[in-house]
């Protein structure tokens, strides 16, 4: 791949500041870069048991652990100390396997310290970290059709080439597979002189896409219906800060997208989906997305690409689905995601 590093000046900034500049999470001038959502009950679970210097020197903004998880690949873009890379070690197990990317040495350093502790904690190896750039996937050895799940969390944000970043994810990701990232979004372009301001860049803010920017990348992906799982507007909570970018409205959503051929509208061919109720961590509902709550037994009627993603993805042996897509009946009567509504302009990005 040619010009393997990505631009010098946006990634030297950002790796010195969470390599030399940030020593823990304490260290952040802004709320920007800190947990936005409550934790589900088997990740909560979990992250009790993931070494105290580990979760130290964690800088995330959301939860980006779906369920589903026993024996996944899993690819964690941007994994600093492993924080989130131990916990998805507990929730695939023996037969899953983790791989944690990083750039910074620092970060890596403290991931990797502690390899030892969480397999005799967990009671099984299988995790390991690389260095390298999340616009080389190559580069760090990550074949195409590879793994199940990429996961990210407050990281896509820091690349200066998103378009790079997610033609890699689409490429390692297995057909059927899932991308489920959290980060941080704003409501317009972000202006030149903040988007390379060292301390907006490092805090999440100056690298932050415009939602309605990413909808289109996402199309550009050939990824038609990305999802909005969960939604909250950030507080910077740092008036100088404030005084720079307070005219912007900046959010923390956690996105889910898969690797499958959908419509970029929401289609009816009077399908009906039914959650049989067999996940563990969800007996009683499955929620795929802000817009879509599966109650264990309860037929719902879906759209054509709601169907393939809990059909044609690893949810499939959750699901049963009734129709095919044989017959067609318009558009599927939706109303707008949570994506949508946090663009100024309101368009509608992806399904229902």
Known sequence: ??????????????????????????????????????????????????????????????????????????????????????????????????????????????????????????????????????????????????VDLVVSNCVLNLSPDKPRVFREIFRVLKPGGELYFSDVFADRRIPKPLAEDPILLGECLGGALYVEDFRRLMAQMGCLDARVVASSPLAINNAEIERKAGFIKFYSLTIRAFKLALEDRCEDFGQVAYYQGSLPESPHAFVLDDHHRFETGKPMPICGNTADMVSKTRFGRHFRVAGDKSTHFGLFDCGPGQLAQTSEAGAKAGCC
């Not at 946006?10 to 500049?21: A, E, H, L, S």
């Not at 690819?75 to 100390?81: A, E, K």
């Open 1 to 146: 791949m040619d010009d393997v590093k990505p631009a010098t000046s946006i990634t030297d900034t950002v790796k010195d500041y969470y390599g030399k500049v940030l020593k823990s999470s304490a260290d952040l001038k802004t709320s920007a870069c800190c947990l936005a959502e409550s934790l589900p009950p088997q990740v909560a679970a979990a992250l009790k048991d993931v070494h105290e210097e580990v979760k130290d020197r964690f800088y995330g903004c959301g939860s980006p652990i779906p369920p589903a998880l026993d024996g996944v690949a899993v690819l964690d873009l941007g994994c600093g100390s492993g924080r989130d890379c131990y916990v998805l070690s507990k929730l695939v197990g023996p037969r899953g396997r983790v791989i944690g990317l990083d750039m910074t040495d620092e970060q890596l350093a403290v991931a990797r310290r502690h390899l030892d502790y969480h397999a005799r904690k967990f009671g099984h190896a299988n995790v390991e970290f690389r260095q390298g750039y999340i616009e080389d996937l190559a580069g760090a050895g990550i074949a195409d059709a590879s």
